[in-house]
């Protein structure tokens, strides 16, 4: 199975940005779905957006117009940029992954992402 390690998170001020890191631990299939979570404290963990090999990229409605994911094929590495983040974005923010070729999910151990004044 692999690793996952997530990082980035942090405290920042309404309105500010974070960039969320997710290195696998070994280097992954060609042909994968990617994908960052989170959860909120008292709430079941909620897709915030996929990207897959293909190209193909989706964001949540609660996130579009404020987020990036991409990748970086040369560090084996997924990110996702958040802008004018809200008290609404406080989670625990968990990166996933898996081939296509396979049913099994890989996740992370989660990072924490809070906007507060």
């Known amino acids: 199975q692999v690793q996952l390690v997530e990082s980035g998170g942090g405290l920042v001020q309404p309105g500010g940005s974070l960039r969320l890191s997710c290195a696998p631990s070994e280097s992954i299939s060609r042909f994968y779905v990617m994908g960052w979570y989170r959860q909120a404290p008292g709430k079941q963990r909620e897709l915030v957006g996929i990207?897959?090999?293909?190209?193909?990229?989706n964001y949540s409605d609660s996130v579009m117009g404020r987020i990036s994911i991409f990748t970086d094929n040369a560090k084996n590495q997924m990110y996702m940029q958040m802008n004018s983040l809200n008290t609404g974005d406080k989670a625990v923010y968990y990166c996933e992954y898996r081939s296509t070729d396979s049913t099994v999910e890989n996740w992370g151990q989660g990072t924490q992402v809070t906007a507060s004044s």
């Open positions: 990207i897959t090999s293909s190209g193909f990229i």
